[in-house]
Protein backbone atom coordinates (compact mmCIF):
# COMPACT_ATOMS: atom_id res chain seq x y z
CA UNK A 1 0.00 0.00 0.00
CA UNK A 2 1.15 3.30 -1.08
CA UNK A 3 1.68 6.30 1.53
CA UNK A 4 -0.81 8.09 -0.60
CA UNK A 5 -3.66 5.23 -0.17
CA UNK A 6 -2.97 5.34 3.34
CA UNK A 7 -3.92 8.60 3.26
CA UNK A 8 -7.20 7.99 1.42
CA UNK A 9 -7.76 5.90 3.62
CA UNK A 10 -7.56 7.85 6.98
CA UNK A 11 -10.07 10.49 4.55
CA UNK A 12 -12.39 7.58 4.78
CA UNK A 13 -12.51 7.02 7.96
CA UNK A 14 -13.36 10.01 9.66
CA UNK A 15 -14.40 12.51 7.09
CA UNK A 16 -18.32 13.84 7.03
CA UNK A 17 -20.35 11.59 3.98
CA UNK A 18 -20.90 15.62 2.63
CA UNK A 19 -17.13 15.80 2.30
CA UNK A 20 -14.93 15.46 -1.10
CA UNK A 21 -12.76 12.08 -0.60
CA UNK A 22 -9.43 12.25 -2.46
CA UNK A 23 -9.96 9.09 -3.80
CA UNK A 24 -13.49 10.02 -5.01
CA UNK A 25 -11.74 13.34 -7.48
CA UNK A 26 -13.43 13.52 -11.22
CA UNK A 27 -9.77 13.95 -12.26
CA UNK A 28 -7.49 16.00 -14.73
CA UNK A 29 -7.69 17.42 -17.89
CA UNK A 30 -5.34 15.12 -18.44
CA UNK A 31 -4.75 11.77 -17.09
CA UNK A 32 -1.89 11.10 -15.16
CA UNK A 33 -0.35 8.19 -12.62
CA UNK A 34 -0.93 9.86 -9.24
CA UNK A 35 1.55 10.28 -6.87
CA UNK A 36 2.98 7.43 -4.68
CA UNK A 37 3.10 10.07 -1.03
CA UNK A 38 0.34 12.36 -1.94
CA UNK A 39 -3.07 13.02 -2.81
CA UNK A 40 -4.79 14.65 -5.90
CA UNK A 41 -5.67 17.64 -3.78
CA UNK A 42 -2.06 17.82 -2.01
CA UNK A 43 -0.52 17.66 -5.37
CA UNK A 44 -2.97 20.61 -6.51
CA UNK A 45 -2.36 22.67 -3.76
CA UNK A 46 1.98 22.23 -4.54
CA UNK A 47 1.24 23.14 -7.78
CA UNK A 48 -0.46 26.31 -6.85
CA UNK A 49 1.66 26.99 -4.57
CA UNK A 50 4.85 26.66 -6.77
CA UNK A 51 3.75 28.53 -9.71
CA UNK A 52 4.70 31.76 -11.28
CA UNK A 53 1.20 33.12 -10.86
CA UNK A 54 1.22 32.51 -7.19
CA UNK A 55 4.41 34.00 -6.31
CA UNK A 56 2.96 37.49 -8.59
CA UNK A 57 0.49 37.72 -5.93
CA UNK A 58 3.09 38.85 -3.45
CA UNK A 59 3.24 42.58 -5.18
CA UNK A 60 -0.13 42.41 -6.60
CA UNK A 61 -2.71 45.35 -4.60
CA UNK A 62 -5.41 43.90 -2.83
CA UNK A 63 -7.12 47.40 -1.38
CA UNK A 64 -4.25 50.46 -1.40
CA UNK A 65 -2.48 51.00 -4.33
CA UNK A 66 1.02 49.10 -4.19
CA UNK A 67 1.43 49.17 -0.86
CA UNK A 68 4.60 50.24 0.62
CA UNK A 69 3.69 49.89 4.55
CA UNK A 70 4.77 46.85 6.06
CA UNK A 71 1.05 46.34 7.87
CA UNK A 72 -1.00 46.71 4.32
CA UNK A 73 -2.14 43.43 2.98
CA UNK A 74 -1.14 42.36 -0.48
CA UNK A 75 -3.53 39.85 -2.70
CA UNK A 76 -0.80 37.34 -1.11
CA UNK A 77 -1.12 37.79 2.93
CA UNK A 78 -5.28 38.26 1.46
CA UNK A 79 -5.05 34.65 0.06
CA UNK A 80 -3.26 32.81 3.00
CA UNK A 81 -6.31 34.43 5.64
CA UNK A 82 -8.87 32.74 3.15
CA UNK A 83 -6.83 29.81 3.45
CA UNK A 84 -6.13 29.68 7.00
CA UNK A 85 -10.18 30.83 8.14
CA UNK A 86 -11.11 28.60 5.09
CA UNK A 87 -9.22 25.08 6.80
CA UNK A 88 -10.63 26.07 9.62
CA UNK A 89 -13.97 25.79 8.91
CA UNK A 90 -13.64 22.68 6.98
CA UNK A 91 -11.62 20.82 9.85
CA UNK A 92 -14.86 22.09 12.32
CA UNK A 93 -17.15 20.38 9.63
CA UNK A 94 -14.79 17.11 8.73
CA UNK A 95 -14.64 18.11 5.20
CA UNK A 96 -11.39 17.62 2.98
CA UNK A 97 -9.02 20.42 4.27
CA UNK A 98 -6.44 19.24 1.34
CA UNK A 99 -9.34 20.02 -1.09
CA UNK A 100 -10.39 23.59 0.91
CA UNK A 101 -6.63 24.85 0.86
CA UNK A 102 -6.08 24.21 -2.76
CA UNK A 103 -8.81 26.00 -4.12
CA UNK A 104 -8.17 29.16 -1.50
CA UNK A 105 -4.63 29.61 -2.48
CA UNK A 106 -5.32 29.49 -6.09
CA UNK A 107 -9.08 31.43 -5.84
CA UNK A 108 -7.19 34.94 -6.55
CA UNK A 109 -4.47 33.43 -9.13
CA UNK A 110 -5.90 35.32 -11.91
CA UNK A 111 -6.31 38.82 -10.32
CA UNK A 112 -4.91 41.66 -12.46
CA UNK A 113 -2.95 44.44 -10.83
CA UNK A 114 -4.51 47.16 -8.85
CA UNK A 115 -6.85 45.42 -7.27
CA UNK A 116 -10.85 45.44 -8.42
CA UNK A 117 -9.86 48.63 -10.67
CA UNK A 118 -7.74 46.43 -12.98
CA UNK A 119 -10.52 44.15 -13.24
CA UNK A 120 -12.77 46.84 -14.45
CA UNK A 121 -10.42 47.92 -16.63
CA UNK A 122 -9.90 45.34 -18.47
CA UNK A 123 -13.62 44.96 -18.58
CA UNK A 124 -13.90 48.08 -20.53
CA UNK A 125 -10.72 47.91 -23.01
CA UNK A 126 -10.67 44.44 -23.20
CA UNK A 127 -14.41 42.21 -22.71
CA UNK A 128 -17.29 42.73 -20.11
CA UNK A 129 -16.75 39.01 -20.05
CA UNK A 130 -13.19 39.36 -18.48
CA UNK A 131 -13.32 38.41 -14.36
CA UNK A 132 -10.57 37.32 -12.47
CA UNK A 133 -11.67 33.67 -11.54
CA UNK A 134 -11.90 32.78 -15.54
CA UNK A 135 -8.67 34.07 -15.90
CA UNK A 136 -7.53 32.21 -13.18
CA UNK A 137 -8.44 29.40 -14.68
CA UNK A 138 -6.83 30.54 -17.59
CA UNK A 139 -3.49 30.42 -16.31
CA UNK A 140 -4.02 27.24 -14.74
CA UNK A 141 -5.34 25.05 -18.04
CA UNK A 142 -3.12 26.93 -20.43
CA UNK A 143 -0.57 29.46 -19.56
CA UNK A 144 1.32 28.40 -16.91
CA UNK A 145 3.76 25.89 -17.21
CA UNK A 146 4.98 26.86 -20.29
CA UNK A 147 1.85 26.97 -22.17
CA UNK A 148 1.35 23.37 -20.28
CA UNK A 149 -0.84 24.61 -17.82
CA UNK A 150 -0.89 22.77 -14.18
CA UNK A 151 -3.44 20.08 -15.00
CA UNK A 152 -5.47 20.36 -11.59
CA UNK A 153 -8.26 18.31 -10.72
CA UNK A 154 -11.92 19.09 -11.40
CA UNK A 155 -12.73 19.96 -8.18
CA UNK A 156 -9.92 22.46 -7.60
CA UNK A 157 -10.94 23.97 -10.96
CA UNK A 158 -14.37 23.79 -10.18
CA UNK A 159 -13.65 26.19 -6.88
CA UNK A 160 -11.55 28.61 -8.07
CA UNK A 161 -14.02 29.80 -11.03
CA UNK A 162 -16.72 29.63 -8.88
CA UNK A 163 -15.34 31.16 -5.50
CA UNK A 164 -16.15 34.97 -6.94
CA UNK A 165 -19.29 36.93 -5.48
CA UNK A 166 -19.07 40.73 -6.20
CA UNK A 167 -21.35 42.14 -4.95
CA UNK A 168 -23.74 39.25 -4.62
CA UNK A 169 -25.33 36.82 -1.93
CA UNK A 170 -22.59 35.22 0.45
CA UNK A 171 -24.01 31.93 0.13
CA UNK A 172 -25.78 31.66 -3.04
CA UNK A 173 -28.53 29.44 -4.25
CA UNK A 174 -27.89 29.69 -7.91
CA UNK A 175 -26.05 26.76 -9.46
CA UNK A 176 -24.38 28.74 -11.98
CA UNK A 177 -22.30 30.42 -9.15
CA UNK A 178 -21.87 27.42 -6.78
CA UNK A 179 -19.28 25.22 -6.38
CA UNK A 180 -19.53 21.24 -6.52
CA UNK A 181 -18.15 20.65 -3.60
CA UNK A 182 -18.67 22.24 -0.17
CA UNK A 183 -15.04 22.49 0.41
CA UNK A 184 -15.43 24.87 -2.89
CA UNK A 185 -18.24 26.95 -1.39
CA UNK A 186 -16.37 26.97 1.58
CA UNK A 187 -13.91 29.11 0.27
CA UNK A 188 -16.36 31.34 -1.22
CA UNK A 189 -17.63 32.14 1.97
CA UNK A 190 -14.31 32.18 3.71
CA UNK A 191 -12.91 34.90 1.00
CA UNK A 192 -16.07 37.66 2.21
CA UNK A 193 -15.01 36.78 5.89
CA UNK A 194 -11.22 37.33 5.24
CA UNK A 195 -11.35 40.93 3.26
CA UNK A 196 -14.32 42.22 5.21
CA UNK A 197 -11.90 41.83 8.41
CA UNK A 198 -8.51 42.91 7.20
CA UNK A 199 -9.90 45.81 4.74
CA UNK A 200 -11.19 47.11 7.47
CA UNK A 201 -8.48 46.70 9.54
CA UNK A 202 -6.15 47.94 6.40
CA UNK A 203 -8.41 51.18 6.30
CA UNK A 204 -8.47 51.99 10.24
CA UNK A 205 -4.63 51.97 9.93
CA UNK A 206 -4.43 53.77 6.93
CA UNK A 207 -6.16 57.00 7.91
CA UNK A 208 -9.27 56.50 5.16
CA UNK A 209 -11.72 55.89 7.84
CA UNK A 210 -11.36 55.58 12.11
CA UNK A 211 -12.78 53.36 14.09
CA UNK A 212 -15.61 55.20 15.37
CA UNK A 213 -17.07 55.19 12.10
CA UNK A 214 -17.48 51.54 12.01
CA UNK A 215 -21.47 51.25 12.53
CA UNK A 216 -22.53 50.01 16.11
CA UNK A 217 -24.69 47.39 14.93
CA UNK A 218 -21.46 45.45 13.60
CA UNK A 219 -19.35 45.91 16.46
CA UNK A 220 -21.99 44.63 18.85
CA UNK A 221 -22.71 41.21 16.60
CA UNK A 222 -19.52 40.69 14.80
CA UNK A 223 -16.93 41.97 17.83
CA UNK A 224 -14.76 45.30 17.95
CA UNK A 225 -11.55 43.74 16.96
CA UNK A 226 -10.23 41.47 14.13
CA UNK A 227 -10.11 38.29 15.83
CA UNK A 228 -13.42 39.10 17.69
CA UNK A 229 -14.94 39.50 14.24
CA UNK A 230 -13.09 36.24 12.66
CA UNK A 231 -13.86 34.06 15.51
CA UNK A 232 -17.73 34.91 15.54
CA UNK A 233 -17.83 34.82 11.52
CA UNK A 234 -16.04 31.16 11.63
CA UNK A 235 -18.42 29.84 14.78
CA UNK A 236 -21.41 31.07 13.71
CA UNK A 237 -20.77 29.57 9.99
CA UNK A 238 -19.72 25.62 11.56
CA UNK A 239 -23.05 25.70 14.08
CA UNK A 240 -25.76 27.07 12.03
CA UNK A 241 -24.80 25.00 8.63
CA UNK A 242 -27.03 22.08 9.17
CA UNK A 243 -27.79 18.66 7.40
CA UNK A 244 -31.64 18.30 5.63
CA UNK A 245 -32.78 15.62 3.85
CA UNK A 246 -29.03 14.00 3.83
CA UNK A 247 -27.33 17.24 2.39
CA UNK A 248 -25.00 19.66 3.96
CA UNK A 249 -26.61 23.36 3.60
CA UNK A 250 -24.02 26.25 4.70
CA UNK A 251 -25.87 28.83 6.47
CA UNK A 252 -25.64 32.37 9.10
CA UNK A 253 -27.58 33.29 11.28
CA UNK A 254 -29.67 36.44 10.53
CA UNK A 255 -28.14 38.56 12.93
CA UNK A 256 -24.27 37.71 11.86
CA UNK A 257 -26.32 37.94 7.87
CA UNK A 258 -27.36 41.23 8.55
CA UNK A 259 -24.34 42.21 10.24
CA UNK A 260 -21.85 41.04 7.87
CA UNK A 261 -23.94 42.94 4.79
CA UNK A 262 -23.72 45.80 6.73
CA UNK A 263 -20.49 45.87 6.97
CA UNK A 264 -19.67 44.96 3.58
CA UNK A 265 -22.08 48.01 2.40
CA UNK A 266 -20.10 50.25 4.96
CA UNK A 267 -16.67 49.25 3.26
CA UNK A 268 -17.82 50.12 -0.09
CA UNK A 269 -19.44 53.44 0.41
CA UNK A 270 -16.19 54.50 2.85
CA UNK A 271 -13.16 52.73 1.44
CA UNK A 272 -13.24 51.42 -2.04
CA UNK A 273 -15.35 53.99 -3.27
CA UNK A 274 -13.43 56.81 -1.07
CA UNK A 275 -11.73 59.70 -2.58
CA UNK A 276 -8.07 58.53 -2.02
CA UNK A 277 -8.33 55.54 -2.84
CA UNK A 278 -10.46 55.67 -5.53
CA UNK A 279 -8.26 58.52 -6.59
CA UNK A 280 -5.42 56.34 -7.45
CA UNK A 281 -7.37 53.67 -8.83
CA UNK A 282 -8.23 55.99 -11.86
CA UNK A 283 -4.46 56.31 -12.05
CA UNK A 284 -3.86 52.66 -12.37
CA UNK A 285 -6.96 52.68 -15.00
CA UNK A 286 -4.41 54.70 -16.82
CA UNK A 287 -1.64 52.86 -16.65
CA UNK A 288 -3.15 50.09 -17.83
CA UNK A 289 -5.43 51.38 -20.39
CA UNK A 290 -2.22 53.48 -22.20
CA UNK A 291 -0.01 49.87 -21.74
CA UNK A 292 -2.81 47.54 -23.46
CA UNK A 293 -3.00 49.85 -26.25
CA UNK A 294 0.20 49.92 -26.55
CA UNK A 295 0.92 46.01 -26.89
CA UNK A 296 -1.87 46.15 -29.33
CA UNK A 297 0.73 47.92 -31.84
CA UNK A 298 4.05 46.66 -30.72
CA UNK A 299 3.28 42.96 -31.30
CA UNK A 300 6.89 42.06 -30.89
CA UNK A 301 7.83 43.73 -27.64
CA UNK A 302 4.06 42.15 -26.37
CA UNK A 303 6.07 38.61 -27.09
CA UNK A 304 9.32 39.40 -25.90
CA UNK A 305 7.35 40.68 -22.36
CA UNK A 306 5.02 37.05 -22.28
CA UNK A 307 8.19 35.53 -23.05
CA UNK A 308 9.97 37.22 -20.20
CA UNK A 309 6.73 36.20 -17.40
CA UNK A 310 6.88 32.68 -19.03
CA UNK A 311 3.44 32.90 -20.15
CA UNK A 312 2.82 30.92 -22.94
CA UNK A 313 2.56 32.18 -26.60
CA UNK A 314 2.81 29.00 -28.91
CA UNK A 315 -0.63 29.51 -29.50
CA UNK A 316 -0.59 30.76 -33.09
CA UNK A 317 -4.74 31.08 -33.05
CA UNK A 318 -4.38 33.45 -30.30
CA UNK A 319 -5.71 36.78 -31.06
CA UNK A 320 -3.27 39.86 -30.02
CA UNK A 321 -6.23 41.30 -27.92
CA UNK A 322 -6.50 38.09 -25.71
CA UNK A 323 -2.19 37.73 -25.91
CA UNK A 324 -2.29 41.47 -24.45
CA UNK A 325 -4.76 40.75 -21.54
CA UNK A 326 -3.31 37.74 -20.75
CA UNK A 327 -0.04 40.00 -20.09
CA UNK A 328 -1.74 43.07 -18.87
CA UNK A 329 -3.62 40.64 -15.96
CA UNK A 330 -0.43 38.81 -15.58
CA UNK A 331 1.58 42.14 -14.23
CA UNK A 332 2.00 42.77 -10.76
CA UNK A 333 1.29 46.41 -9.85
CA UNK A 334 5.26 47.13 -9.68
CA UNK A 335 5.84 45.74 -13.15
CA UNK A 336 3.22 47.59 -14.22
CA UNK A 337 4.33 51.29 -12.64
CA UNK A 338 7.94 49.79 -14.20
CA UNK A 339 6.85 49.34 -17.87
CA UNK A 340 4.89 52.34 -18.54
CA UNK A 341 7.73 54.64 -16.86
CA UNK A 342 10.07 52.68 -19.10
CA UNK A 343 8.17 52.85 -22.58
CA UNK A 344 6.32 56.23 -21.71
CA UNK A 345 8.68 58.86 -19.90
CA UNK A 346 11.50 60.26 -21.51
CA UNK A 347 14.82 59.31 -20.94
CA UNK A 348 17.46 62.07 -20.04
CA UNK A 349 20.97 61.95 -21.35
CA UNK A 350 23.48 63.10 -18.57
Same mark, same amino acid.
Given at each position: ?????T?????K?FM?PA?CL?A? &??????? @?N?? /??????Q????? +?V??????????????F??P???F?????T??LE??Q??R????A??????L??????G?D??????G? &?G?N?L? @?I?S /????H??Q???? +????EN????L??????R?G???H????G???S??P????S????R?????????????DLD????S??I?E?QV? @??C?K?L??S??????TM???????S??L???M????S???????K???????D???R?ER?H???V??K??L???????L?????L???????????????R???K?A?D?I????????LY??K??????F??
Amino acid at each position: MTIRKTFENREKSFMSPAGCLSAE &SKGRLIK @ENPC /PIRTSFQVDRDR +IVYSHAFRRLKYKTQVFLSPLGDFYRTRLTHTLEVSQISRTIARAMFLNEDLTEAIALGHDIGHPPFGH &SGENCLQ @EIYS /PDFSHNKQGLRL +IDLLENNGKGLNLTHEVRDGILKHSKGYGKVISSDPAETASTLEGRIVRIGDIMAYLNHDLDDAIKSGVIKESQVP @ESCKKVLGRSHSERATTMVKDLVFSSHILNGEMHLQVSDDVSTAMKELRKFLYDKVYRSERVHGEFVKSKKILSELYSYFLENQEELLKRLKNMDLQVTNKNRPIEKMACDLISSMTDRYALYLYKKIFFPSFLV
